[in-house]
Structure formats: structure tokens, C-alpha cells
Nanobody, 123 residues
Framework: QVQLVESGGGLVQAGGSLRLSCAAS????????MGWFRQAPGKEREFVAR????????YYADFVKGRFTISRDNAKNTVYLQMNTLKPEDTAVYYC????????????????WGQGTQVTVSS
């Protein structure tokens, strides 16, 4: 029902920036909120940010501390994650997910996942 494709990952030096994109399609994608999550080697997948299509309401993990910004372009069915002042600890595979409305912003509330895009931040 929902297909998600991420892009924009890569290698960046500490303090640099990247913008990730997630293109959504399928019959029911607009019925979900859209979230960004990440998973580093040896760690559990964790929530980063989420946004709703209609109202543009945003939610962020506490550790982001204003460095990351989630946004969406409804005409393009695309969600973005602007990441600034990147740190080595931000290194992870970043996934977008379709998050059930009215649910906590955790990986357990995601019904559909993209395949992920690698973000590597060097010292």
C-alpha cells in the first residue's frame, strides 16, 4: 500500500550537512505520518523526526537539539531531513517510515519502511 525510497546519504566531514529525501507512493501513503529513523551498527533502530502530510506538524527526538529539520513537499510526495552540524555519532543507516497516526513516534508504530540510505560522518 505504501512504497518509500530514500536518497541523499553519503560521506561528510564532522560539522557538515546533508539532506535526505524520501519519495512516497502507493494508494494509502497519505493516511500515515512520515518519520525518519536511524540505526547504527550494534544499536537498535531509533526515532529521529516525524511530520504529517496535511498539517505539517513536526516531532523530534530530544538528541537532535535543533540540528535536524524535517519538512515535506506535498506536490512531490516527498519528505526531507535536513541535517546540519553533523557529528560522528550521527553515522547510521537512515530510514524513512510510514507512521500510524495517533501512535507514539517509535519504530514499533511504523507499518512500511524504505530500504535505507547510509550516512557516514568522519572526524
Amino acid at each position: 500500500q505504501v512504497q518509500l525510497v530514500e536518497s541523499g546519504g553519503g560521506l561528510v566531514q564532522a560539522g557538515g550537512s546533508l539532506r535526505l529525501s524520501c519519495a512516497a507512493s502507493g494508494r494509502t501513503f497519505s493516511s500515515y505520518g512520515m518519520g525518519w529513523f536511524r540505526q547504527a551498527p550494534g544499536k537498535e533502530r531509533e526515532f529521529v523526526a516525524r511530520i504529517t502530510w496535511s498539517g505539517g506538524r513536526t516531532y523530534y527526538a530530544d538528541f537532535v537539539k535543533g540540528r535536524f529539520t524535517i519538512s515535506r513537499d506535498n506536490a512531490k510526495n516527498t519528505v526531507y531531513l535536513q541535517m546540519n552540524t553533523l557529528k560522528p555519532e550521527d553515522t547510521a543507516v537512515y530510514y524513512c517510515g510510514a507512521v500510524r497516526y495517533g501512535a507514539p513516534a517509535t519504530p514499533n508504530e511504523v507499518d512500511y519502511w524504505g530500504q535505507g540510505t547510509q550516512v557516514t560522518v568522519s572526524s
